[in-house]
């Protein structure tokens, strides 16, 4: 690392930062300035749908890493778990219901207004459904519930495409109408879309930049902040559209002077190993656990992560020309509703394509969504692809959940692995190092 004190500030980053103050600001007033408010879930969010009606869309698990990074989500746990909710809730749950208990003073200290409307996007995770079903008792409000069909053998078909469609538009739009009192305007929403594929288009080559060695970026670690405007509140916007061109800007000059990534310590000078990583990140202590990486020269060249919200890089762009059919593939194509043997394939793709040299899986012990079946999954890319694989375990945003000692230990143990890999006939196997 060069000058270790010295924080990197890049336009897109201060960009991003204004437009999340933005939100939250404008978040905190919506009930005086009679914006409606409209719950949903990142992965299947149907964002462009909620704007064109004017609505203001909340991310409840957003408010909850944000809290967790804020150092916030602990008192907020607590609070839930005396309420009854089990240790074995997923904490994204548990952060949400203690920070409506505490006032839902959000991770910027604002109000975040109560829901006018859930809309309950069931993209293959249980919990989705158990949490909506709690906040519609808790703040007495209606819920719409669109059902996304799981991809088990791989494909979208065009009878589950046609599915989801109707659904939004006999379900989910008269319910937007309804809790709004706004008309559904297929021009507005066509524009919208438009603006998405424009952003989708950006953003997908700014993570496909860390194909260049160096990698001027980091697709984990940073690339959680690269996904903020496109997985939340903003794709379809104009804002949107400016923050991607931005950073494929901000980019563009790293890669010209062949610069590795930012971190919160100055960029990495020397890329000593290429890395893909399944699974969430830790948020209460994120900063440390990125550091565990940057200070050997680890670099995250691909994520599974980055398309939990949707798989732009896997060729999805939503379509102007067909809005309703396009939201339904776009809810098929979020990660965590792809088949097991699909994401087998995405990983060791990520392999390939990134030149990696380990995969490392960070099983989340709420998540049953990303976890179940990861140990399979990291045995099939070992056997696809050749490389060695290690295995972390942490949580979302409980810190009890966090262990330095044992995170550090896992990891000395993966890089030595991959040491070894990479030394002159060296040779090892997950099996060995296990
Ligand atoms: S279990 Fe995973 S996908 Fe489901 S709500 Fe919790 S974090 Fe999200």
């Not at 494929?248 to 000059?253: L, S």
């Not at 694989?389 to 995170?407: K, Q, T, W």
Request: proline content about 5%; overall charge neutral; charged content about 25%.
């Amino acid at each position: 690392m060069s000058e270790k004190t010295q924080v990197i500030k890049e336009k897109s980053m201060v960009v991003q930062k204004e437009m999340l103050a933005g939100y939250y600001k404008e978040l905190s007033s919506a009930k005086e300035s009679g914006r409606k408010v409209v719950y949903t879930f990142v992965p299947g969010n149907l964002t462009e749908l909620v704007l064109s009606f004017g609505a203001r869309p909340v991310y409840p698990e957003i408010n909850a890493l944000q809290s967790g990074m804020r150092k916030k989500s602990m008192e907020f746990i607590r609070q839930a778990e005396k309420m009854g909710y089990s240790e074995d809730v997923c904490t994204y749950v548990k952060c949400d219901v203690g920070m409506m208990l505490k006032g839902n003073i959000g991770p910027t200290g604002e109000k975040i207004p109560e829901p006018d409307l859930l809309l309950c996007s069931y993209t293959g995770c249980f919990t989705f459904m158990k949490w909506f079903e709690n906040l519609a008792k808790m703040y007495d409000c209606p819920v719409v519930m669109l059902h996304v069909p799981y991809r088990s053998t791989g494909e979208a078909s065009e009878a589950m495409v046609r599915y989801v469609a109707d659904q939004i538009r006999t379900k989910v739009i008269p319910a937007l109408e309804k809790a709004t009192g706004n008309s559904y305007d297929e021009e507005k929403l066509r524009a919208m879309l438009q603006r998405s594929a424009a952003a989708e288009d950006d953003m997908v080559y700014c993570f496909e930049s860390a194909k260049n060695r160096p990698s001027p970026i980091d697709g984990y670690f940073a690339g959680v902040y690269y996904i903020g405007p496109m997985f939340t509140a903003f794709r379809g916007t104009e804002a949107c559209v400016r923050y991607y061109s931005q950073l494929r800007q901000d980019i563009d000059e790293r890669l010209a002077r062949r610069l590795g990534p930012i971190t919160p310590e100055g960029q990495i000078e020397k890329e000593r190993y290429r890395l893909v990583v399944e699974g969430p990140p830790n948020w209460t202590n994120f900063r440390e656990f990125w550091k565990l990486f940057y200070e050997r020269g680890a670099v995250v060249v691909a994520s599974t992560y980055t398309n939990v919200g949707g798989s732009y890089d896997l060729g999805f762009r939503h379509d102007p020309s067909r809005p309703m059919e396009t939201l339904s593939e776009y809810c098929m194509s979020c990660y965590t509703n792809l088949s097991l043997p699909q994401r087998a394939d995405v990983l060791a793709g990520y392999v390939r394509d990134y030149h990696a040299d380990g995969l490392l899986v960070n099983s989340i012990k709420s998540c049953n969504s990303f976890s179940a079946g990861q140990l399979q999954l990291l045995r099939r890319v070992e056997e696809m692809t050749g490389i060695p694989a290690g295995f972390i375990e942490s949580d979302l945003v409980d810190p009890r959940y966090f262990s330095y000692a044992n995170l550090k230990n896992r990891l000395d143990s993966f890089f030595q692995m991959l040491d070894q890999k990479s030394a002159p006939g060296g040779s090892v196997s997950m099996m060995e190092a296990e």
